[in-house]
């Protein structure tokens, strides 16, 4: 489809392919394998020489369908789904990496993604060094000969820290890696990595892209160069999304930027109360003008996103009740869904690091974490002050 359309425009026709049938809505194709015409035909198709599918561990209609929509949306080359957030991460790693290359990457991303980096690869003869803070230099101080990938999450999960992606580009371009963005809080509605001189984009589309919290599944989008690569993994060792979760999303994609903007106002509208109370010692939310970052963020993203997190003043005990007394809110570590989520990230997300390390990360016993959905902002605001009167 042409590059030409609107991202809306793209988010609800890009990438549908229609059957014999002519359906309007996106088919589900639910099969393992797939006929050929005669044995000739099959040998071209097993050998590359002929496009079309083959077995749905390579490639599904419906999953092609969801590749071609999302590529559309980054504004990318190739895609590659994958079963989840954590297979395309580990697609890429696998893909693209080889023994005795080097990781850069944020000390503030996903923890299963610092988990990857830190003790699976290293079984493998790939190393990692993790850069506290986003100033691009201390990426820079971190890069060495052997470095092939800068790994960032932008805006970080749950302090919403905001790094620059061109400068960091740059900075990993300037050392010969590659720059690798997971694009998770703000998807394509809001930023778009590519278009500021990242290499790679990785999703969890079990967040924000399915937006209504039922399935798993992800992405890695790049060039074809790259994502041929990723590609190559996949089909010999079969983390592939499913047809049916990919059907799901597809959907999904549909409402992505009116939901992403729907929930970021909310977010705004809710972080702009929650500074005003006095219970609360602090608010994290990259669209409020007390946000250190601020203006980059403005620059970078549309919006501010839908993830806020603040400081109620007092410790553990303070932050639980204020959790204990959501009757709305779900008590829950995970986002991205039209229903808003509360989380202590101190004691769950944050809770297997020493207390020490976590003080160092700024992630505090009063700290909070807020994904906005799609309720009214009043019926979150008096969810919350029920527990924050009691502070
Ligand atoms: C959830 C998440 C992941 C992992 O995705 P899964 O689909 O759960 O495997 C990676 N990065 C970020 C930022 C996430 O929030």
Redesign the pocket.
Same mark, same amino acid.
């Given at each position: 489809m042409s590059e030409d359309f609107q991202f809306e425009t793209l988010a609800v026709r890009a990438g549908q392919e229609r059957s014999q049938f002519n359906e309007h809505s996106e088919a589900l194709y639910l099969t393992s394998s797939y006929v050929f015409d005669s044995a000739a035909q099959a040998a071209l198709r097993f050998s590359g020489d002929q496009a079309g599918n083959v077995y749905s561990r390579f490639t599904n209609p419906t999953v092609t369908m969801f590749a071609d929509r999302l590529a559309a949306l980054e504004g990318a080359e190739g895609c590659v789904a994958t079963a !989840? %957030?954590?297979?395309a991460?580990l697609a890429m790693a696998m893909g693209l990496l080889k023994a005795g290359d080097h990781v850069v990457a944020s000390q503030s991303?996903?923890g299963? #993604?610092q988990q990857l980096f830190g003790n699976i690869l290293p079984k493998f003869g790939v190393s990692s060094t993790f850069v506290v803070g986003t100033e691009p230099e201390k990426f820079r101080a971190a890069l060495t000969e052997k470095t092939k990938l800068v790994f960032i999450?932008t805006p970080s999960?749950p302090l919403t820290e905001v790094f620059d992606i061109a400068a960091i580009a740059a900075v990993a371009h300037a050392g010969g890696a590659l720059l690798a963005v997971?694009n998770?809080?703000c998807t394509p509605a809001l930023q778009r990595p590519l278009q500021l001189g990242a290499d790679l984009v990785?999703h !969890?589309? #079990?967040?924000y892209l399915d937006g209504q919290g039922r399935v /798993? %599944? %992800?992405a890695v989008l790049g060039r074809k160069s790259l994502t041929d690569e990723v590609l190559k993994f996949l089909r010999t060792t079969g983390p592939t999304l499913s047809a049916f979760n990919a059907w799901i999303i597809l959907k999904g994609l549909e409402t992505l930027k009116i939901r992403m903007e729907a929930q970021s106002a909310n977010t705004l509208r809710l972080a702009s109360w929650l500074e005003a109370q006095p219970a609360v010692q602090r608010v994290f939310y990259p669209g409020l003008a007390s946000h250190p970052q601020h203006a980059l963020a403005m620059r970078q993203q549309a919006s501010g996103g839908a993830i806020l997190s603040f400081v109620v003043k007092g410790e553990r005990e303070a932050a639980w009740r204020v959790v204990d007394h959501c009757k709305l809110l779900s008590i829950t570590a995970n /986002? %991205?869904d039209t229903k808003s989520t509360i989380t202590h990230p101190a004691s769950t997300t944050h809770g297997r690091i020493t207390a020490e390390a976590r003080a160092a990360a700024g992630i505090g016993e009063g700290l909070l974490r807020i994904a906005v959905g799609l309720e009214a902002v009043s019926d979150i605001e008096a969810d919350l002050a029920r527990g924050l009167a009691l502070v």
């Amino acid at each position: 489809m042409s590059e030409d359309f609107q991202f809306e425009t793209l988010a609800v026709r890009a990438g549908q392919e229609r059957s014999q049938f002519n359906e309007h809505s996106e088919a589900l194709y639910l099969t393992s394998s797939y006929v050929f015409d005669s044995a000739a035909q099959a040998a071209l198709r097993f050998s590359g020489d002929q496009a079309g599918n083959v077995y749905s561990r390579f490639t599904n209609p419906t999953v092609t369908m969801f590749a071609d929509r999302l590529a559309a949306l980054e504004g990318a080359e190739g895609c590659v789904a994958t079963a !989840s %957030g954590m297979a395309a991460i580990l697609a890429m790693a696998m893909g693209l990496l080889k023994a005795g290359d080097h990781v850069v990457a944020s000390q503030s991303i996903f923890g299963a #993604t610092q988990q990857l980096f830190g003790n699976i690869l290293p079984k493998f003869g790939v190393s990692s060094t993790f850069v506290v803070g986003t100033e691009p230099e201390k990426f820079r101080a971190a890069l060495t000969e052997k470095t092939k990938l800068v790994f960032i999450e932008t805006p970080s999960n749950p302090l919403t820290e905001v790094f620059d992606i061109a400068a960091i580009a740059a900075v990993a371009h300037a050392g010969g890696a590659l720059l690798a963005v997971d694009n998770c809080f703000c998807t394509p509605a809001l930023q778009r990595p590519l278009q500021l001189g990242a290499d790679l984009v990785i999703h !969890s589309a #079990t967040k924000y892209l399915d937006g209504q919290g039922r399935v /798993l %599944g %992800g992405a890695v989008l790049g060039r074809k160069s790259l994502t041929d690569e990723v590609l190559k993994f996949l089909r010999t060792t079969g983390p592939t999304l499913s047809a049916f979760n990919a059907w799901i999303i597809l959907k999904g994609l549909e409402t992505l930027k009116i939901r992403m903007e729907a929930q970021s106002a909310n977010t705004l509208r809710l972080a702009s109360w929650l500074e005003a109370q006095p219970a609360v010692q602090r608010v994290f939310y990259p669209g409020l003008a007390s946000h250190p970052q601020h203006a980059l963020a403005m620059r970078q993203q549309a919006s501010g996103g839908a993830i806020l997190s603040f400081v109620v003043k007092g410790e553990r005990e303070a932050a639980w009740r204020v959790v204990d007394h959501c009757k709305l809110l779900s008590i829950t570590a995970n /986002l %991205g869904d039209t229903k808003s989520t509360i989380t202590h990230p101190a004691s769950t997300t944050h809770g297997r690091i020493t207390a020490e390390a976590r003080a160092a990360a700024g992630i505090g016993e009063g700290l909070l974490r807020i994904a906005v959905g799609l309720e009214a902002v009043s019926d979150i605001e008096a969810d919350l002050a029920r527990g924050l009167a009691l502070v």
